[in-house]
């Protein structure tokens, strides 16, 4: 299977130059791409009779060398792929689109979610250095695999650099088969069937009047004036650091849930509804279980556990995990499941745990 691996760069001025150029050209084909097509669209749409065939990222880019490149000559200071990768990730996202699994793409800005593809000469050259096309060589923190990879996504995360690429991994075979069942809550991230409860990060709570302090006084400033780029990029830092602790909580989670049990049963959640209770959301977002379900599906794939995803009208937390009784109501309020049939008493997060892991066992 594929596996990822990112990691920071340890850059001088000359490279984060070379790195921002980079990312103004991807960004400049992707907006430039973005506004053909959405044009294309709207002849379609007004002229059903006359339909222009809509472009492939191969059309994309033939045209964005005809029309684009002659006039900017900025585009030959980067890598050839850069453009190529950036129109193909919008034909991607136009895919998805058309297929109703992601909404209309958008306009790219400058120091959002800048990042960049190459492809070519990709090669991992020591323990920490990695050769890229144009750019040249570049500098890790960390060791690098000595895996054979044929492109590298370079990304920016407030003022610090990150480099990831994709390699095959060899899977392995549990012979533990030991089932467990899983239930997602807001109080706590997680309660297993075996009575083990691991605690939410909850990072953006801990740190939110920090980040609505920073965001309040860095209202009246005057947008691109030095005191504003500050505040922006403390304000982008504080972000980057809620994230990672999210992440990191979730990433432990995961890799002791797939290395330790054979079988892992959670709930098909419906996040996008959960989200619109607004009592809750902020909650829910905090403990990302989307990003949850994500890392576990690959990280079983990865320790050969299986993973089983239950329908999610199963009442698992009405229904009595010792006589099987089904209650009619239960509020979110009432954390302790109390089953007026057989009398059995039990926390409402293990209770449905234990009726997961009893759905496939």
Not at 101 to 129: H, W, Y
Not at 145 to 170: C, G, H, M, N, Y
Not at 217 to 235: C, D, E, F, P, T
Not at 266 to 279: P, R
């Amino acid at each position: 299977m594929l596996l990822g691996f990112k990691t920071e760069l340890k850059l001088n001025n000359y490279q984060r130059t070379a790195l921002m150029k980079h990312c103004g050209v991807a960004r400049h084909a992707w907006n430039w791409g973005l506004a053909l097509t959405r044009q294309i669209l709207d002849h379609n749409k007004a002229n059903p009779d006359s339909k222009i065939k809509f472009p492939t990222a191969i059309d994309l880019h033939k045209w964005l060398v005809a029309l684009v490149k002659s006039e900017n000559e900025w585009y030959y200071e980067c890598s050839k792929s850069t453009p190529q990768q950036a129109l193909m990730a919008l034909r991607e996202a136009w895919k998805r689109c058309f297929n109703k699994t992601a909404g209309v793409p958008n306009f790219r800005k400058k120091g959002k979610r800048d990042s960049f593809t190459l492809e070519g000469t990709v090669k991992i050259l020591d323990s920490n250095k990695i050769q890229v096309p144009v750019i040249g060589v570049l500098k890790t923190y960390e060791r690098l695999p000595q895996v054979l990879t044929k492109s590298a996504t370079i990304s920016r995360q407030a003022d610090r650099w990150f480099i990831s690429f994709r390699f095959d991994v060899e899977t392995h075979n549990l012979s533990n088969t030991d089932v467990v069942g899983v239930d997602l809550g807001v109080k706590n991230l997680a309660t297993l069937s075996t009575g083990k409860v691991i605690s939410g990060a909850k990072s953006y709570k801990k740190y939110e009047a920090r980040l609505s302090r920073m965001q309040w006084l860095n209202r009246h400033k005057i947008i691109g004036s030095n005191n504003w780029k500050k505040a922006q990029l403390q304000i982008a830092r504080l972000h980057r650091k809620i994230a990672n602790i999210r992440k990191d909580t979730l990433h432990k989670l995961t890799t002791l849930l797939a290395k330790n049990h054979g079988t892992i049963v959670i709930e098909d959640l419906n996040v996008s509804g959960m989200m619109a209770n607004h009592k809750l959301a902020k909650a829910i977002a905090d403990m990302s279980f989307f990003e949850f379900r994500r890392q576990l599906t690959y990280k079983c794939e990865l320790y050969g556990s299986k993973l089983v995803v239950v329908d999610r009208w199963l009442p698992s937390s009405k229904t009595c995990s010792n006589c099987g009784t089904k209650k009619e109501t239960l509020i979110l309020k009432e954390r302790v499941f109390d089953c007026g049939h057989c009398g059995f008493t039990i926390d409402r997060d293990l209770n449905a745990a234990i009726n997961l892991k009893n759905a496939v066992s």
